[in-house]
């Protein structure tokens, strides 16, 4: 046992997600993301069987923990009760907090999910806004919500919602006391930790491959990341 | 045949459903995408039943998204899932219904993993109470929305104008219907029916005149997937599931799609968009597709209501073909109309999929 197990065994999703896989192969059967990517959860629970922890980091470092689509339909059939989907949860905790993210395409994405959902949180209070969805970046949202952008006020007003205003309702504007809340439970358990995290182990990473990483979303890293699918994921046909 | 083992089975999925006084959370998703449903559901708990339905404008998001794409740290969302439960406790309430899945969930796993690690709830306890002052009781009962009208659905059938019958032909309509992953896969005894016979939204289906339709890839996911998503590199995985789904269920021709995810509610109704721009195809008849509702729009069609105030003119998908089925009148001059009355353009038309502009 090494000293990366000890870290992720530390974690109480772990221990609820880990408990006698018999390798079945139940969870890679049901898994939606194992018919589409090179990816069989079956593999990642033998590997954290082996306690290895050079296999761990290998593992951390991989594409493979990032093929989830954390949907646990391997927790409904694991005979044992196990959940994968759980244990890629804390692998990827652990990835991130290690810098080793970095090290893969797909886990090199988490930096566009952190200037994304992650910030619109702080920033509004959700983690989605009109505002921010741009049709450029979401073609299949179709010209319905490209009509919808164009007229986000007068649109939210007909179908009954509170948008940018004060008080209860459909999108209201998330009182200032409210978002301040937010941000000290993020400074208080960790997730401004890991932001800050993400956002460096990024620079360095953008700067070794030779790319510019402003703030937002407008340069050249967030660009690649959130587009580049240079190695081969899928499975053949 | 002694049936009594199943009826213990059976027993293990039913679930305890409030009937008033909700403290009511809201969905990211939903308030973007689907803002008519979320309004339709206070209509029908406020107006039609009359119930106890509170919203505090202090609530945010769970960040259950965050989660789920891994970005927020468990122990920051069971922090933020505390937070809702200490504004459900300060406004005099013990009964949690969320409009979210996702969040249905988060709150689903944070209660349980408290329950079997106490000194994990302690630990967040003092979180709150450093970064906010606050302290909370634990919801005594936590609820879906979809549950709640699952639990009135007789209700509303009885105040009901229509029904989910053809009129041309007086035979049922046949619904798809599509459970959110995060209802219960992970805590199947924390849903109605469970994950293998889920029954919150067949029960509404049947309740209102129709038909469920049975397919071969009827529990698999719609492809949401998180990342899977929010990734412009990794949006194949999403239509592949979703594509998986539509090839499966267009065989046996649905009238129509019920889905209780917003997620879901989104990705059934875009993706069909994006495969007929893609590759020409649709799956409903004549070049539309299978409209995909929320269970508040099915439920508002159910009693009459107007469909813009339903907020059925922001499908990508039409929903025409199964309001002219149903019967359901509407004025298609008025579909994208202000609050006012005043026009305010209109989409652009898909190249393939069947649209109503109504010009």
Same mark, same amino acid.
């Given at each position: 046992?090494?000293?990366?197990?000890d870290?992720? &065994?530390?974690?109480?999703r772990f221990?609820?997600?880990? *408990?006698?896989?018999?390798?079945?192969?139940?969870?890679?059967a049901?898994?939606?993301?194992?018919?589409f990517?090179?990816?069989?959860?079956r593999?990642?629970?033998?590997?954290?069987?082996?306690?290895?922890? &050079?296999?761990i980091?290998?593992?951390?470092?991989?594409?493979?923990?990032?093929?989830?689509g954390e949907?646990?339909?391997?927790?409904t059939?694991?005979?044992?009760?196990?959940?994968?989907?759980?244990?890629?949860?804390?692998?990827?905790?652990?990835?991130?907090?290690?810098?080793?993210?970095?090290?893969?395409e797909?886990?090199?994405?988490?930096?566009a999910?952190?200037?994304?959902v992650?910030?619109w949180?702080?920033?509004?209070?959700?983690?989605?806004?009109? &505002?921010?969805?741009?049709?450029?970046?979401?073609?299949?949202?179709?010209p319905?919500?490209?009509w919808?952008v164009?007229?986000?006020?007068?649109?939210?007003?007909?179908?009954?919602?509170n948008y940018? *205003?004060?008080?209860?309702?459909?999108?209201? *504007?998330?009182?200032?006391?409210?978002?301040?809340?937010?941000?000290?439970?993020?400074?208080?358990?960790? &997730?401004?930790e890991?932001f800050?995290?993400i956002e460096e182990?990024?620079?360095?990473?953008?700067?070794?491959?030779g790319m510019?990483?402003?703030?937002?979303?407008?340069?050249?890293?967030?660009r690649?990341?959130?587009?580049a699918?240079?190695k081969?994921?899928?499975?053949?046909? | 045949?002694?049936?009594e083992?199943?009826?213990?089975? +059976?027993?293990?999925?039913?679930?305890?459903?409030?009937?008033?006084?909700?403290?009511?959370?809201?969905?990211?998703v939903?308030?973007?995408?689907?803002?008519g449903?979320?309004?339709?559901?206070?209509?029908?708990?406020?107006e039609l039943?009359?119930r106890?339905?509170?919203?505090?404008a202090?609530?945010?998001?769970?960040?259950?998204i965050?989660?789920?794409?891994d970005?927020?740290p468990?122990?920051?969302?069971?922090?933020?899932?505390a937070?809702?439960?200490?504004? /459900?406790?300060?406004?005099?309430?013990?009964?949690?219904?969320?409009s979210c899945?996702t969040?249905?969930g988060?709150?689903?796993e944070?209660?349980?993993?408290?329950r079997?690690?106490?000194?994990?709830e302690?630990?967040?306890?003092?979180?709150?109470l450093?970064?906010?002052?606050r302290?909370?009781?634990?919801?005594?009962?936590?609820?879906?929305?979809?549950?709640?009208?699952?639990?009135?659905?007789?209700?509303?059938?009885?105040?009901?104008?229509?029904?989910?019958?053809?009129?041309h032909?007086?035979m049922p309509?046949h619904?798809?219907e599509?459970?959110?992953?995060?209802?219960?896969r /992970?805590?199947p005894?924390?849903?109605?029916?469970?994950?293998?016979?889920?029954?919150?939204l067949?029960?509404?289906?049947?309740? +209102?005149?129709?038909e469920v339709?049975?397919?071969?890839?009827?529990?698999?996911?719609?492809?949401?997937?998180f990342?899977?998503?929010?990734?412009?590199a990794n949006?194949?995985?999403?239509l592949?599931?979703s594509?998986?789904?539509?090839?499966?269920?267009?065989?046996?021709?649905?009238?129509?799609?019920?889905a209780?995810?917003?997620?879901c509610?989104?990705?059934?109704?875009? +993706?069909?968009?994006?495969?007929?721009?893609?590759?020409?195809?649709?799956?409903?008849?004549?070049?539309?597709g299978?409209?995909v509702?929320?269970?508040?729009?099915?439920?508002?069609?159910i009693?009459g209501?107007?469909? +813009?105030?339903?907020?059925l003119?922001?499908?990508?998908?039409?929903?025409?073909?199964?309001?002219?089925?149903?019967?359901l009148?509407y004025d298609?001059g008025s579909?994208?109309l202000?609050?006012?009355?005043k026009?305010?353009g209109?989409?652009?038309?898909?190249?393939?999929?069947?649209?109503y502009?109504?010009?």
């Amino acid at each position: 046992m090494g000293e990366l197990y000890d870290r992720l &065994a530390a974690d109480v999703r772990f221990v609820e997600g880990l *408990k006698a896989c018999i390798h079945c192969g139940t969870c890679t059967a049901i898994c939606p993301a194992a018919e589409f990517y090179n990816y069989q959860p079956r593999q990642i629970v033998e590997v954290l069987q082996s306690r290895d922890d &050079a296999r761990i980091e290998e593992l951390l470092k991989s594409e493979t923990i990032w093929y989830c689509g954390e949907c646990m339909s391997c927790v409904t059939r694991c005979p044992r009760g196990n959940a994968p989907g759980l244990l890629i949860t804390v692998l990827r905790a652990a990835s991130q907090d290690l810098g080793y993210f970095v090290e893969s395409e797909k886990g090199r994405q988490q930096l566009a999910i952190k200037r994304t959902v992650g910030e619109w949180i702080l920033k509004y209070g959700y983690c989605l806004f009109p &505002a921010e969805i741009r049709p450029e970046m979401h073609p299949e949202q179709g010209p319905v919500w490209e009509w919808e952008v164009e007229h986000i006020d007068a649109v939210m007003n007909r179908l009954g919602a509170n948008y940018k *205003k004060t008080g209860p309702g459909i999108l209201r *504007k998330i009182p200032p006391e409210d978002l301040e809340e937010i941000g000290r439970i993020f400074d208080e358990t960790g &997730a401004a930790e890991r932001f800050r995290k993400i956002e460096e182990h990024s620079r360095r990473k953008a700067e070794e491959m030779g790319m510019t990483l402003g703030e937002g979303l407008d340069n050249e890293y967030f660009r690649h990341i959130y587009t580049a699918n240079e190695k081969r994921h899928t499975r053949e046909p | 045949m002694k049936i009594e083992g199943k009826r213990n089975i +059976w027993n293990d999925y039913q679930k305890e459903i409030a009937a008033d006084r909700f403290f009511y959370v809201r969905s990211c998703v939903r308030q973007n995408f689907f803002p008519g449903s979320e309004k339709t559901f206070l209509r029908i708990m406020q107006e039609l039943l009359q119930r106890d339905v509170y919203e505090n404008a202090a609530h945010t998001t769970c960040s259950g998204i965050g989660y789920h794409s891994d970005v927020v740290p468990f122990e920051t969302s069971m922090t933020m899932v505390a937070r809702q439960f200490a504004l /459900m406790t300060e406004s005099g309430y013990e009964n949690f219904t969320t409009s979210c899945i996702t969040s249905f969930g988060l709150y689903t796993e944070i209660l349980e993993t408290w329950r079997h690690f106490p000194e994990v709830e302690s630990r967040v306890r003092g979180h709150l109470l450093r970064a906010t002052g606050r302290t909370f009781n634990k919801p005594a009962n936590l609820s879906h929305t979809s549950d709640v009208i699952f639990r009135f659905r007789k209700e509303i059938a009885a105040a009901g104008k229509f029904r989910l019958v053809n009129r041309h032909t007086g035979m049922p309509l046949h619904g798809v219907e599509h459970i959110g992953c995060h209802y219960a896969r /992970m805590f199947p005894g924390k849903g109605i029916g469970g994950a293998e016979y889920p029954y919150v939204l067949v029960g509404m289906i049947e309740d +209102w005149g129709g038909e469920v339709i049975d397919y071969p890839e009827r529990r698999h996911c719609c492809g949401f997937g998180f990342r899977q998503y929010l990734i412009q590199a990794n949006r194949g995985y999403s239509l592949a599931c979703s594509k998986k789904k539509f090839d499966s269920m267009a065989p046996y021709k649905p009238d129509f799609i019920l889905a209780n995810c917003p997620g879901c509610s989104m990705f059934l109704d875009r +993706w069909q968009y994006a495969l007929s721009e893609m590759e020409g195809i649709t799956y409903g008849e004549n070049g539309s597709g299978i409209p995909v509702l929320t269970y508040e729009e099915l439920a508002g069609i159910i009693l009459g209501y107007d469909p +813009w105030d339903l907020g059925l003119q922001v499908h990508q998908v039409p929903v025409e073909p199964l309001l002219d089925k149903i019967g359901l009148p509407y004025d298609p001059g008025s579909k994208f109309l202000d609050q006012e009355g005043k026009p305010m353009g209109q989409p652009k038309e898909p190249t393939h999929l069947k649209f109503y502009n109504h010009e």
